[in-house]
């Protein structure tokens, strides 16, 4: 792409939709058939308090080490090919990513042969008091209230960076860019602004761009993944194909994957995907601008491609999404599975035994809520209209408490073992021992004015 | 006659902190009028009635024979906060797909 050619196509393919998600999946994008880019989004709201908790105790430690070991897998590919890498792996330490990285890639021989981008500036957790003392209070978005009632237990503070520092980077030589807080959709649409030369104001390609990196930002969740319809006749997950973005300069883009792959891409998948953890969809709001999903066409034009096109997108505004992790309190949750006759009988009674006996030992819980697992766990009453109670082989009884103070909750982990031999019969299922007291990290949406956080981009050299 | 609309749609579920939302796509185009006109927002509520503690919205994507529905409140608190199994509202999907609508005159 240098010498000022602009390419007709350009192959933007998903190989993490989080960080803990199928391993295999990058070096098969990489090695599959032809790509551009390859992007890697593993960073979830609760990641960022998880890694600083990590950067506190290891100055160098804080960001997606699986990263690392990922990009040594595939490093002599996409040096070999050209290929360029996007992911939000830095996590809360991102210099650190990319001294893992060029360090890997001199171990494998390709010293000189590879520039890191590294984008900072998302992190305000060491100017959060700074900036609630000029006026900006980080209210809650959900409850309205100032992140002044949390301050004192905040761990970690990130502003959510759009394509911006990405393009940069990128504009700069970088062959990976490695990034902290940048939003998903960032990831892809950074790389197809920087290849077509798109302007950060031509609304409609920024939106097109945020639909694209919507569609892959959760790898096959759009290619077969938790698809539901016909979900039985979706061909070999085993071997399922990620996907891959195909655009055009002029926004329109397919979904496609590599042949040869399983999984199936068509309208169901992909709309299925674009209604995930979706809000008002005429508003998808991100820092690039802003998507109206009501626009959005899609077309099957041959068997595991689904072309997108019309996406219409308003301006960006003048807000960035700044996501607070803070120490909440303590959870536990125990289980108990009990067996036929009378299974879920038998748990219910479990569960009143314990619940009294919490009650006896004057325990304040914040809740306690219980499900009966095989019977309303996740469907609640609306399960069992239909079903007959009394024929069911077996129920696991599964008990949560929530308190702010740890010694309840402990005690708690207590009181589920002696039911095996004190409570209701036909009981087992509690080869896993004691559960543990959990400490709960709670998350706090706000808002800042974008002209408060500089994004930073930095080379290093391999 | 009554349907079920596992038999008129799919459907995906996510979260937002302590929202559920329920993406619902028409099977066939032909019936997205049907549940534009049966799954109202009310009638969803009802459906999820003591199980959620806020109200719901609904949104219209006619281009994907779509509905999105939010419901809040769905999740216990919500992310690392809920104490249930569905803490992420993964599976509102489907149950929003055991509601029998009337349909026909």
Redesign the interface.
């Known amino acids: 792409m240098t010498g000022g050619g602009r390419p007709a196509t350009v192959r933007v393919a998903g190989g993490q939709g989080f960080w803990g998600d199928w391993l295999e999946a990058p070096y098969r994008q990489v090695t599959g058939g032809p790509v551009d880019y390859l992007m890697m989004d593993y960073l979830a709201e609760v990641t960022m308090s998880i890694l600083q908790k990590q950067k506190s105790r290891d100055p160098a430690r804080g960001y997606a080490t699986d990263f690392v070991t990922q990009m040594e897998r595939i490093l002599p590919t996409v040096v070999a090919r050209g290929i360029k890498v996007t992911a939000n792996a830095g996590g809360v330490n991102p210099r650190a990513c990319a001294m893992a990285v060029a360090a890997v890639a001199r171990k494998l021989g390709l010293n000189g042969k590879l520039t890191i981008g590294v984008v900072t500036g998302d992190d305000l957790v060491g100017r959060l008091d700074g900036l609630i003392a000029r006026g900006h209070d980080l209210k809650n978005l959900d409850t309205g209230r100032p992140l002044h009632d949390v301050r004192d237990r905040v761990l970690s503070a990130n502003a959510y960076l759009g394509a911006a520092p990405v393009v940069e980077a990128l504009q700069r030589g970088a062959q990976i860019v490695i990034t902290g807080r940048v939003t998903d959709t960032g990831l892809t649409l950074g790389p197809l602004m920087h290849a077509f030369g798109w302007a950060p104001d031509a609304w409609d390609r920024i939106a097109a761009g945020t639909v694209a990196g919507h569609i892959i930002e959760c790898g096959a969740q759009c290619s077969g993944g938790n698809c539901l319809r016909d979900w039985k006749r979706i061909p070999d997950l085993a071997n399922v194909g990620y996907p891959i973005v195909e655009a055009r300069a002029d926004g329109s883009f397919d979904v496609v994957k590599h042949p040869r792959t399983g999984g199936r891409i068509d309208i169901a998948s992909v709309t299925e995907q674009l209604v995930y953890e979706m809000g008002d969809p005429r508003s998808y709001i991100t820092p690039d601008g802003v998507a109206d999903f009501t626009t959005i066409q899609l077309r099957q034009v041959s068997k595991d491609r689904v072309r997108v096109s019309g996406v219409r997108g308003k301006p960006a505004t003048d807000k960035l999404k700044v996501s607070v992790a803070y120490f909440y309190g303590y959870k536990a949750v125990g289980t108990l599975v009990y067996v036929w006759p009378d299974a879920l009988e038998k748990a219910k009674a479990a569960d009143r035994v314990l619940r009294e006996r919490l009650a006896n030992l004057g325990l304040k819980f914040e809740a306690i809520h219980t499900e009966f697992v095989g019977a309303d766990a996740t469907h609640g009453r609306l399960a069992l209209k239909d079903v007959d109670v009394a024929t069911m082989p077996e129920v696991q009884l599964r008990v949560g408490v929530r308190a702010r103070d740890e010694a309840p909750v402990d005690r708690f982990t207590r009181e589920i073992a002696p039911l095996i031999l004190n409570g209701p019969p036909s009981v087992t299922g509690f080869a896993g021992g004691r559960p543990k007291p959990e400490e709960i990290v709670a998350y706090w949406p706000a808002l800042i004015e974008k002209r408060m956080v500089q994004p930073a981009v930095e080379l290093i050299q391999a | 006659m009554k349907r079920k609309l596992v038999e008129l749609a ?9 929202t559920a ?1 329920i ?1 619902l ?1 028409a ?1 066939k185009p032909k019936d997205y009028p049907l549940l534009v006109k049966h799954v109202t927002a009310a009638r969803v509520a009802r ?1 999820f009635k ?2 959620i503690k806020g109200p719901v919205e609904r ?8 509905l ?1 529905f ?1 419901l809040h409140g769905a999740l ?2 919500g ?3 809920s ?4 803490a992420q509202g993964k ?1 509102f ?3 929003l797909l ?1 509601m029998e609508i009337e349909v026909g005159k």
């Open positions: 799919h459907a995906r579920s996510g979260d937002k902190g302590d939302n993406g796509i099977l459906h003591g199980m949104f219209e994507l006619p281009n994907l024979h779509a999105n939010l216990d608190g992310g690392t906060i104490l249930k199994t569905d599976v999907s489907t149950a055991r």
